[in-house]
Every structure is written in structure tokens, then in C-alpha cells.
């Protein structure tokens, strides 16, 4: 995976310029993420909407490229936390970055 956790920080672009393929995790496509598809695609990023309910992850895939998932980091956009969070988990057990993590997602969840 390209550009992700190759330059000075977690999230840096490596210095070879290239850009983060964003995976935006939604459970459907309201105005906030319409705005979100836009702003990134100016900027000429590769992203990829992900919609929780059809998002099907191979739990035994060793890394997310053996689970057909090509993204360099995740964005979550989910109403529906419960399964956003195990989504999210699985994407960290990939070593995939997560804004925001699993942990944040179940802590805003418990209210």
C-alpha cells in the first residue's frame, strides 16, 4: 500500500509524492459525505466508498490485500456503529489507520 506510514508520521505521505487511496465507510450517502467525495477527488485522491452493509470481510485474509481490500486508510462515516466497529477492527488488524479507531467508535456508543 502506497503513501501510508512511510514518511516522518502515521499518517505521512511517503516523499515520493504519492497520494493515500482513501476508503470512505458509510451506511449511506448523505450531503456530509457527498462534500467529503468532492473535496477529496479535487485534491486527486483515489477513493473508494465502502458501504458498511454490503462490506464483506474475509476474517481469515492475513492482510487486507488477501481480503481484496485496497485502501491505505479508512474513514468512517457510519451511523450504524456496532457493525462500523467490528469493520474497524478488522481494518486495524490489518495495520489499515482508521479515523476513527474502533476504540473511539464504542466509547461514543456507550452513552
Do not use: Q
Amino acid at each position: 500500500m502506497s503513501g501510508i506510514g512511510n514518511g516522518t508520521g502515521p499518517l505521512s505521505i511517503d516523499p515520493k509524492g504519492d497520494k493515500p487511496h482513501i476508503g470512505l465507510m458509510i451506511t449511506y450517502l448523505r450531503e456530509e459525505e457527498k462534500l467529503i467525495l468532492k473535496a477529496a477527488r479535487d485534491r486527486g485522491l483515489e477513493v473508494t466508498t465502502l458501504l458498511e452493509r454490503r462490506l464483506v470481510l474475509d476474517m481469515s485474509a492475513p492482510s487486507a490485500a488477501d481480503a481484496g481490500i485496497n485502501v491505505d486508510v479508512v474513514l468512517d462515516r457510519c451511523v450504524a456503529h456496532l457493525p462500523a466497529g467490528y469493520a474497524l477492527k478488522s481494518f486495524e488488524r490489518w495495520n489499515i489507520p482508521t479515523i476513527n479507531p474502533a476504540a473511539a467508535t464504542a466509547i461514543c456508543d456507550d452513552k
